[in-house]
């Protein structure tokens, strides 16, 4: 697992801590995913790298990393919620997900 840090702001890769509501709640109402069933949406997130970004300990943001670990890795299903977006959280979602050493090869 990795984590990183930012004022009061955590990405994590902990799997655990994924919030099912807010990541398929937002999944569910946007334009690429209208409709998606629940089981869909917690089936990608465990055959996944997820990244979830919290302030304190509610979820803001998401990234879902689709890899095999050694020479491909498709990045997917990233948003952070409308009320917290300006403060250039999404680029730092990004960086931490292009600099995870689990990527790294």
């Given at each position: ?23 398929h ?64 959280l ?16």
């Amino acid at each position: 697992m990795y984590e990183y840090h930012r004022d009061s702001f955590t990405i994590s890769t902990d799997p655990a801590r994924l919030d099912l509501e807010v990541i398929h709640g937002y999944l569910y109402h946007c334009y690429w995913s209208p409709g998606i069933p629940r089981a869909a949406v917690a089936q990608a997130i465990q055959h996944s790298l997820c990244f979830g970004l919290y302030e304190e300990n509610k979820q803001i943001g998401f990234a879902r990393v689709v890899t095999d670990y050694t020479s491909f890795a498709y990045l997917a299903d990233v948003f952070v919620l409308p009320e917290r977006r300006g403060d250039g959280l999404g680029v730092w979602l990004i960086e931490c997900v292009i600099h995870c050493p689990a990527l790294a090869s």
